[in-house]
């Protein structure tokens, strides 16, 4: 099983919108409805920000939305703040009756 | 405050056999899924499979089937990983993982540990 896609790093200003992409392929991300998005700051353990495609775990702001379109999800964070700079990994349940994760994205404030 | 916490850093030799831990506290163990992800120095993370607590139920990736072992000792909710003859390509960080719902593709991995390192060299 081939890892999902990422955008090695993606920046934004403060205040601005910025969109994570994650391609698969029709056997995980477009054949399922079961895309997560994981947010991992230095040294600690990574945090569920969503599941589901667009599901919000209780507690995280609404500022994360996700999506789908076809065999790609995507992860948008709205008025990018400086505490949304880590790591962001996707992952997709796949026909394997397995998970398959991102290669993970680094998102910078500028 | 829901824990995962993982047992130490390793150093095996090939051949040799481990088994490292993952003790849950704070919820009702037996009620999640609990597996292991690992990541191989350099690498992406690999989802290696689950089991659920309550009845031992097991489900490998297909690319770890036959590799490794998962068990669990409900009555100190702690789940392990096990391999029975070390290799050198078994280096890795391993995160125990806690599933959020007990329709397991559902729901995402709520909650991670912090990883433990395992090196295998000669």
């Known amino acids: 099983q081939s890892a999902l896609t990422q955008p090695a790093s993606v920046s934004g200003s403060p205040g601005q919108s910025i969109t994570i992409s994650c391609t698969g392929t029709?056997?995980?991300?477009?054949?399922?409805?079961?895309v997560s998005w994981y947010k991992q700051d230095p040294g600690k353990a990574p945090k569920l920000m969503i599941y589901d495609v667009t599901n919000r775990p209780s507690g995280v702001s609404n500022r994360f939305s996700g999506s789908k379109s076809g065999n790609t999800a995507s992860l948008t964070i709205s008025g990018l703040q400086a505490e949304d700079e880590a790591d962001y990994y996707c992952?997709?349940?796949?026909?394997?009756?397995?998970?398959?994760f991102g290669t993970g994205t680094e998102v910078f404030v500028l | 405050e829901v824990q995962l916490v993982q047992s130490g850093a390793e150093v095996k030799k090939p051949g040799e056999s481990l088994k490292i831990s993952c003790k849950g506290s704070a919820y009702s163990f037996t009620s999640y899924w609990i597996g292991w992800v690992r990541q191989m120095p350099g690498k992406g993370r690999e989802w290696m499979g689950v089991i659920y607590p309550a009845d031992s139920d097991t489900r490998y990736s297909p690319s770890f089937q036959g590799q490794v072992t998962m068990s669990v000792d409900r009555s100190i909710n702690t789940a392990y990983l096990q391999w029975s003859s070390l290799k050198a390509s078994d280096t890795a960080i391993y995160y125990c993982?806690?599933?959020?719902?007990?329709?397991?593709?559902?729901?995402?991995?709520?909650?991670w540990g912090l990883g433990t390192l395992v090196t295998v060299s000669s």
């Open positions: 029709s056997s995980d991300v477009g054949g399922y409805n079961y």
């Open positions: 993982i806690r599933h959020a719902r007990r329709q397991l593709v559902m729901g995402g991995i709520d909650y």
């Open positions: 992952s997709s349940y796949t026909s394997s009756s397995a998970y398959v």
